[in-house]
């Protein structure tokens, strides 16, 4: 491509803004300030090669199913924090891990968002019918 130098460039703007925000954000709030600092850093990564590709290219690197995988985690997660904690914490992760997986995976499904996810799990609920005809 022509344009080979805008990669060189958007990294550049990657790690000023990984510098920046973690100087920022580490102090106010250490560990998550870091995993903050990467997602807003990665975020404007992201939005500027997409501006680009479609300027120069009228590429759109995400359809519509990008924002409905957003849409399902944030709804997945907002009904996970009204989930009271249990006092074991290894029972607490054990259900939420298996409530999260079941929601995900079932809106996932229903809304149709991946092909290859829904293949999989009709060829997994293909094979287990197999399995329980045979008994």
């Known amino acids: 491509s022509r344009h080979y130098r805008y990669v060189t460039l958007f990294t550049g703007i990657l790690v000023a803004l990984l510098i920046i925000n973690n100087l920022w954000l580490i102090p106010l709030w250490g560990i998550t300030g870091a995993a903050v600092a990467s997602l807003i850093s990665v975020f404007i990564f992201n939005a500027i090669r997409a501006i680009f590709?479609?300027?120069?290219?009228?590429?759109l690197p995400y359809t519509t199913k990008f924002y409905w995988i957003i849409l399902v985690g944030l709804l997945t997660y907002g009904l996970n924090l009204l989930m009271p904690p249990l006092s074991v914490f290894i029972l607490d992760i054990a259900i939420r891990s298996a409530g999260i997986t079941v929601m995900y995976t079932t809106l996932s499904y229903y809304l149709k968002i991946s092909d290859d996810?829904?293949?999989?799990?009709?060829?997994v609920a293909r094979k287990v019918?197999?399995?329980?005809?045979?008994?």
């Open 117 to 123: 996810l829904n293949e999989a799990l009709l060829e």
């Open 129 to 135: 019918k197999s399995i329980l005809k045979m008994k």
């Open 53 to 59: 590709l479609y300027k120069h290219y009228k590429l």
